[in-house]
């Protein structure tokens, strides 16, 4: 058995096989949505898309929070991958689209800061919440939410 | 009546200000001091004299002075699509 400081490495190496080819796949997807989501934000009206974002009624499970969390980590890590830069509305997409897919309920929130603390960059935010929990986008307050989808 | 197009836009409070979101666009409008005293008396009981009238009397400026802000700032509304009648 070969050894390696690296916590990453030894992740990997502890996976399955076919576990980690199903991870680096939703890596990928993560990575193919994150662009889209991209020209969405940049180029299309925002009526045009934001009814296709959240998940209200998950067939009446509770929302599975782990896995949630679990698409969410593969967001980040292709967010990190990609050379775009994909902020936070682009990203909370890419989750809820992955999220819907799965028939995990969820809504995107649309937030912004206190007047006084709008400074540039920033004042502006989005996040994904699952049951009562923040999964991708969480950034400390104060944050006033303007906006859920679904609404 | 003036009133509202509540599926136009999502709309916070925050102290004394109101931001409204644009639901057709993603903007944000920020609506405090003379604005957000217009935008909260926009509640479908009140036409634009009876806006300018009430804002006369717990503003200490000209009728006409706050009648021109009222007019420039109902117009912007409407262009924007967020309010409706006269």
Same mark, same amino acid.
Not at chain 1, 80 to 96: D, G, I
Not at chain 2, 66 to 76: H, K, R, W
């Given at each position: 058995?070969?050894?390696?400081?690296?916590?990453?490495?030894?992740?990997?190496?502890?996976?399955? %096989?076919?576990?980690?080819? %199903?991870?680096?796949?939703?890596?990928?997807?993560?990575?193919?949505?994150?662009?889209?989501?991209?020209?969405?934000?940049?180029? #299309?009206?925002?009526? /045009?898309?934001?009814?296709?974002?959240?998940?209200?009624?998950?067939?009446?499970?509770?929302?599975?929070?782990?896995?949630?969390?679990?698409?969410?980590?593969? #967001?980040?890590?292709?967010?990190?991958?990609?050379?775009?830069?994909?902020?936070?509305?682009?990203?909370?997409? %890419?989750?809820?689209?992955?999220? /819907?897919?799965?028939?995990?309920?969820?809504?995107? *929130?649309?937030?912004?800061?206190?007047?006084?603390?709008?400074?540039? *960059?920033?004042?502006? +935010?989005?996040?994904?919440? %699952?049951?009562?929990?923040?999964?991708?986008?969480?950034?400390?307050?104060?944050? +006033? #939410?303007?906006?859920?989808?679904?609404? | 009546?003036?009133?509202?197009?509540?599926?136009?836009? $999502?709309?916070?409070? =925050?102290? @004394?200000?109101?931001? =409204?979101?644009?639901? @057709?666009?993603?903007?944000?409008?920020?609506?405090?001091?003379? !604005?957000?005293? =217009?935008?909260?008396?926009? @509640?479908?009981?009140?036409?634009? @004299? !009876?806006?300018?009238?009430?804002?006369? $009397?717990?503003? !200490?400026?000209?009728?006409?002075?706050?009648? !021109?802000?009222?007019?420039?700032?109902?117009?912007?509304?409407?262009? $924007?699509?967020?309010?409706?009648?006269?």
């Amino acid at each position: 058995m070969s050894t390696n400081s690296s916590p990453a490495c030894a992740n990997r190496a502890s996976l399955p %096989a076919p576990d980690l080819w %199903a991870q680096r796949l939703l890596t990928v997807r993560a990575a193919a949505l994150l662009c889209g989501a991209w020209v969405l934000v940049a180029l #299309v009206p925002f009526r /045009r898309w934001r009814g296709r974002l959240g998940l209200a009624d998950g067939g009446g499970l509770v929302p599975d929070i782990d896995r949630a969390r679990w698409l969410a980590r593969r #967001v980040e890590r292709a967010a990190t991958r990609l050379r775009l830069p994909v902020k936070c509305l682009p990203r909370a997409m %890419a989750l809820s689209w992955l999220l /819907r897919r799965e028939g995990i309920a969820h809504c995107v *929130a649309i937030a912004i800061r206190p007047a006084p603390m709008r400074d540039g *960059a920033d004042s502006l +935010h989005a996040w994904v919440e %699952a049951g009562d929990e923040v999964v991708l986008g969480q950034l400390p307050g104060p944050w +006033h #939410v303007l906006h859920r989808m679904p609404g | 009546m003036l009133t509202r197009q509540e599926a136009r836009f $999502s709309e916070t409070r =925050i102290d @004394d200000e109101y931001v =409204i979101m644009l639901l @057709d666009t993603g903007e944000f409008l920020s609506l405090a001091g003379t !604005a957000g005293a =217009i935008w909260e008396r926009i @509640d479908g009981t009140r036409d634009r @004299d !009876a806006l300018v009238a009430d804002l006369t $009397s717990d503003f !200490a400026a000209p009728a006409t002075q706050i009648a !021109a802000d009222v007019d420039e700032f109902l117009a912007s509304l409407r262009e $924007s699509g967020l309010i409706a009648g006269s």
